[in-house]
């Protein structure tokens, strides 16, 4: 591998970048016999009181690198809490990224984008510099279009013009963010109905946000994830290693709309995931395994990130089972759900635990059994699992509010 070689180069637009939340750092090509170099642009996705989001692009200007690492330092008391496409170790303000292993290789003239969520406090300046491979790339300093550039409040410890002293639970950035789409893949808990009176969650979740945010809902009543990536590909045989066979790998046509690069999925859009309750099927086509269950939860995610989406896992809902006077949990998953999100550095909203203690709060147990009358009745629609127009309300509430508490760029989006 060549040797980076340096040349300087005159630092232009600074302040202009800084204001955009985007930043591009450039190690000019060294002499034609050794034409190497880098460009790395740093952007701000979004930013929130006492949080944001980056993304990072890495660019090879030179020969083919076979395993990189990217380096660079905060000055602001920084802290980055999880990242994707990326392993990020944090030392001090010292920072850095290493490669996974799909993305190893960056050949020439190619590029590498990962990202990641952090907290600030009084301000939030991009890094000054980074280094590649322990060379820094340094050189002209240029703004390059951020994806949203008025979506957050400046970084800066002046007030905003929009600023006032009465405190806001929901504060709503001005102007307004732009737009972007939410995408819910799951099952009946999910979708907006399975047929009547049950609604399903992801109905009643674009009522918590603002008009910036559309919300698409391909959640389908019944399906595990291996039957909602699959379809009917998914046969009723159950193979040697305990899982259900495939007679061909084509995703559904939902999965496949969501991939597609014109019409899908695209950067700053949010993609979350609720599955659990039917892949425990002790029979197939429903039954998953659990390392089925995590590979294709992986996969999912992997996907979204791929196109600069943001994966949000959701541990299964939790159906109503009264021990005495106590809901208490019920559903698998939940442990797979956390292990994926650790792996791939998707957030994880634990619906599961959010779900009964909500049961609790409104004293649904001990419960007689009778789903057409009293609170039990008005929440859930015929059984223990499947929610009315009320229930799915309040669960799509809880999703908003760990929205909110979790810091997520979702969180600007929220009424």
């Known amino acids: ?21 985007a930043l591009t750092w450039v190690a000019g090509a ?7 170099g880098c460009a790395v642009t740093y952007r701000i996705t979004n930013q929130w009181p006492g949080g944001f989001g980056a993304d990072v692009t890495v660019t090879n200007l030179g020969d083919t690198i076979s395993g990189w690492t990217l380096g660079w330092s905060f000055t602001s008391g920084q802290q980055i809490s999880q990242a994707w496409n990326a392993t990020v170790t944090q030392t001090g303000a010292a920072v850095t990224a290493g490669n996974v292993d799909y993305n190893r290789t960056i050949a020439s003239n190619a590029s590498v984008n990962f990202g990641f969520n952090g907290s600030w406090n009084s ?13 820094t790339c340094t050189g002209g300093v240029t703004s390059t279009p951020s994806a949203s550039p008025t979506r957050f409040p400046s970084p800066s410890p002046s007030p905003s013009p929009s600023s006032s002293p009465r405190p806001s639970p929901t504060p709503s950035p001005t102007p307004a963010p732009g737009r972007i789409t939410v995408w819910l893949a799951g099952d009946s808990t999910v979708a907006n109905s399975s047929g009547a009176p049950i609604v399903g969650w992801g109905r009643e979740l674009g009522q918590y946000l603002t008009t910036g945010a559309t919300v698409v809902n391909n959640a389908v009543g019944g399906r595990s994830i291996q039957t909602w990536l699959y379809e009917s590909a998914v046969t009723d045989r159950m193979n040697s290693t305990g899982e259900c066979t495939l007679s061909s790998t084509a995703y559904a046509s939902r999965w496949q709309s969501m991939l597609d690069a014109s019409t899908g999925m695209k950067a700053g859009d949010y993609l979350f995931i609720q599955f659990g309750i039917n892949d425990g099927s002790p029979t197939c086509p429903r039954h998953v395994g659990a390392a089925r269950y995590r590979e294709l939860l992986t996969t999912m995610v992997r996907a979204a990130q791929q196109r600069g989406a943001n994966p949000v896992l959701v541990t299964p809902v939790a159906a109503l089972t009264c021990s005495g006077s106590t809901a208490v949990p019920n559903r698998g998953y939940v442990t797979d759900t956390f292990t994926v999100g650790t792996a791939t550095g998707a957030p994880v909203i634990d619906l599961h635990k959010l779900s009964y203690t909500l049961y609790n709060s409104l004293h649904f147990c001990p419960f007689n059994g009778d789903y057409t009358s009293g609170p039990v009745g008005a929440f859930f629609a015929d059984d223990h699992t499947h929610f009315e127009a009320t229930g799915a ?18 969180g600007v989006y929220l009424r």
């Open 1 to 21: 591998m060549s040797t980076f070689r340096r040349r300087a180069a005159a630092l232009i637009t600074s302040a202009a970048a800084v204001l955009t939340g």
């Open 30 to 36: 060294a002499p034609a016999d050794a034409a190497t």
């Open 123 to 135: 301000a939030n300046p991009a890094p000054a510099s980074f280094t590649l491979n322990g060379v």
């Open 393 to 410: 309300r309040q669960i799509a509430g809880l999703v908003a509010t760990a929205v909110r508490d979790q810091r997520l760029g979702l």
